[in-house]
């Protein structure tokens, strides 16, 4: 369950449950993500680091950098076309969000950005299949949207109406997918990087449009007025 045992409910700042990528975990995304953005930007979130609920049932990426147990959330052919075991992952991240919740806000990357965000729109929607805290802001790094018709009908409203940020790798082969993700949301916060599908490390001018979000993020959390 990577840190998430180890949060206390209620703080000062906003609760983020982070949602790693496919096969890693979140132990991974918590050394990643803390290791490449400075503590001025995680120091005002209380971040949670969540495993997916399979063992991985393939190779890693990341083995060579990283050691296991790896996890992945759910499984998809190789045309993105078919996805295995995607509605018992959202019911395991609704569990998430209301067994250890309150949270305020979900961050995620790659598999875990695509279902930070659909897990937002299904809420905004009414299609979740339970009722959690109100999802007040979503940070995606190499997103993108389901696109079988019959599964993106039943995600996603024709806009997401919640404060959204979106990292965008100039070199990602998700690029243009999360172009269109963050399309679908009402006034996107984009930010875009040199690197290609990886969590980026932040630049100065992206602190900077991190920080404006936060203050944004903080009022409409009511941790300031």
């Known amino acids: 369950m990577g840190s998430m045992l180890e949060q206390v409910k209620g703080g000062s700042k906003p609760r983020v449950l982070c949602l ?17 953005w400075p503590p001025e930007v995680t120091s005002r979130f209380d971040f949670c680091f969540p495993d997916g609920p399979w063992p991985a049932t393939g190779k890693s990426e990341v083995e060579s950098l990283f050691p296991p147990p790896y996890y992945e959330w759910y499984q998809y052919n190789k045309d993105f076309t078919v996805y295995n075991r ?14 250890h919740g309150p949270f305020d806000g979900i961050l ?6 695509i279902l930070a965000a ?13 009722k959690f805290q109100k999802v007040k802001f979503v940070v995606m790094m190499s ?14 409203p024709d806009k ?3 404060p959204s940020v979106h990292f965008l790798g100039d070199i990602d082969f998700l690029k243009g997918e999360g172009e269109l993700l963050a399309q679908t949301f009402v006034d996107p916060v984009i930010m875009h990087h040199p690197k290609g599908h990886t969590i980026p490390r932040l630049d100065e001018e992206n602190v900077k449009t991190m920080l404006t979000f936060i203050d944004r993020v903080e009022i409409v959390c009511k941790f300031r007025s």
């Open 20 to 36: 790693h990528g496919f096969r890693t975990s979140g132990e991974i995304m918590e050394k990643q993500l803390l290791g490449k």
């Open 86 to 99: 995607l509605d018992e992952c959202l019911v395991y991240i609704e569990d998430l969000l209301i067994k």
């Open 108 to 113: 995620g990357f790659s598999q875990g950005a």
């Open 118 to 130: 659909a897990v937002t729109a299904m809420q905004i929607k009414g299609t979740s299949s339970k």
């Open 143 to 156: 997103g993108a949207r389901f696109t079988v018709p019959e599964v993106a009908e039943r995600i996603y």
């Open 160 to 162: 997401i109406t919640c």
